[in-house]
């Protein structure tokens, strides 16, 4: 089963889960431009990861047989802060042309501020100035009304459905995201979002249409293989073969395509892979023999 990995933190993994998720199957991963933990001072912060997401990490994850996309955005949790906001918007705009870049994400509500929603709009504006989908973050605190108010704001905004892709969804949003026309993410990550068992059975009521899921995995407790462990799930639970496809290669591929920068084409015969390969003076041998 080939899997598309449509939305997975990389900058926080090492290349052991690299490895790891190349042998389950992961043909191919999605990065969102996100929050590391430690907030960022400088406007120059955001470029130097920028850079790392467009350059090292792309790199790297060839490595391992693995191609490797990403999101430009200023996330939510950030957008509160004055020092950086409107200089990490203007890199957004800049970024987001560039070869790789799929999307903007991760964009949205985290305490649902008015500094959350004004930068949340600009980055719409930005993704339709460039014929790009945006993928949405919602809040994990006062999830049903973050989520009425992030549908509000995307109206609004007048961007394409197609264009939408509102991230971890559960049981209680589904119903309220469904007949939108936008696509729905979930996250399967232990504890806080969704588990494989409660997603087969949102697959059995809701179907399989413009649904994607994800790990999510970053620097929290998180697991970069839930998603080829759900695919083991759908299995068990009798669900069809191409049903399972359809989630986590064809949907995932396809909601990204319209950025002109991800094809199913992309994913053809392995070239091999030359780990002396070096990326600005370094490679993952780090000495090693390969």
Known sequence: MRIFEPHIHMFSRTTDDYENMALAGIKGVCEPAFWLGQPRTTVGAFKDYYDTLLGWER?????????HYCTMGLNPKEANDDRVNDGAVELVREYCTREGVIAIGE??????????????QIQIQIAIDHGLPILIHTPHRDKEQGVRRTLDVVRESGIAPDMVLVDHNNEMTTPIVKD??????YSIYPNTKMTPQRMVEIFRRFGTDQMIINSAAD????????????????RKSGMDEAEIEKVVWRNPISFFSPSGQISFADFGDNEGIDRTRLHQGNSVLRGQTP
């Open 219 to 234: 620097w929290g407790i998180s697991d970069p293989l839930l998603v080829p462990k759900t695919v083991q799930v759908m």
């Open 180 to 185: 939108t026309g936008y696509w729905l993410g």
């Open 59 to 67: 790199f790297r994850a060839a490595q391992f047989g693995v191609r």
């Open 107 to 120: 964009i949205g509500y985290d305490d649902m501020t008015a500094k959350e929603e004004k930068y949340f």
